[in-house]
């Protein structure tokens, strides 16, 4: 049986009581004036899925409503199960809002 990625990150943004946060680690780099944030949940059927996220923190132009940031999900747990796809990169948090509501339509 094939899983949804988008059902995985889906719960793990909503905080879903199925899954557990076991790592959300932020830094800060000056000199390329990026903020790095890496957040991991275990969830209770033994997959682990792991978001990494990039966003300039220099003053952007362009797309005020929806400004640029890398969003980059991977599964890392148990790869007993069949989960697909197994990563998903965004360029926008607008653009993984529109892929998950079309995938969980």
Known sequence: MIIMLAD???RAIQNNTDCDIICD???KDEPAEVI???RRWQFRDGI???CSEETETAVQTGDEQCPEQWIVW???GDTEKKVSPQH????SLC????WLKIQMA
């Open 95 to 98: 653009q993984q809002r529109y």
């Open 48 to 50: 682990e899925l792991m």
């Open 36 to 38: 790095r944030r890496v």
């Open 88 to 91: 998903k990169e965004f360029f």
């Open 8 to 10: 995985y990150i889906f």
């Open 74 to 76: 991977s599964v890392t």
């Open 25 to 27: 680690h932020s830094q």
